[in-house]
């Protein structure tokens, strides 16, 4: 938590490949457990988000990102999570760290996925579904 505040910061990256599938992870542990989401997570002592955002993708999906804009934020109980359009340059998608699974989910697949609250709304008014 950050000094004088009840609020955990935290980052997600959302990434889309070339066809315009987005990459989303299953949750390994609370809050969320087996619900689908952006990969990311908690923002450590001296690291900004950009390299949260890097750092976190790395650990939970394998790839390596660059960080974009910020898109939006969403407060999910005590977490603040900023979200950042990132673009994949390298690595192979793998589940790790916190995630289960990790994959590519078209519009179709999104749809039959269980998402962590909010989620689904969150990418509808940033713009950021997939086909």
């Known amino acids: 938590m950050t000094e004088g505040s009840r609020h955990v910061p935290c980052v997600g990256g959302i990434v889309q490949d070339s066809a315009g599938r987005l990459l989303l992870v299953q949750r390994a542990n609370e809050p969320g457990r087996g619900r689908w989401s952006v990969p990311g997570g ?29 898109v939006g934020r969403v407060v999910r109980g005590p977490y603040v999570i900023a979200d950042y359009r990132c673009e994949a340059v390298g690595g192979e998608l793998r589940a790790g760290d916190d995630a289960s699974d990790a994959r590519w989910v078209d519009a179709a697949a999104l749809a039959r996925l269980p998402l962590v609250e909010g989620l689904l709304d969150a990418l509808s008014e940033w713009d950021a579904l997939p086909r």
Do not use: S
């Not at 908690?42 to 394998?62: F, K, Y």
């Open 42 to 70: 908690r923002v450590e002592a001296g690291e900004t988000d950009q390299q949260a955002v890097v750092r976190e993708l790395a650990e939970e999906t394998g790839l390596i990102v660059v960080p974009g804009p910020l």
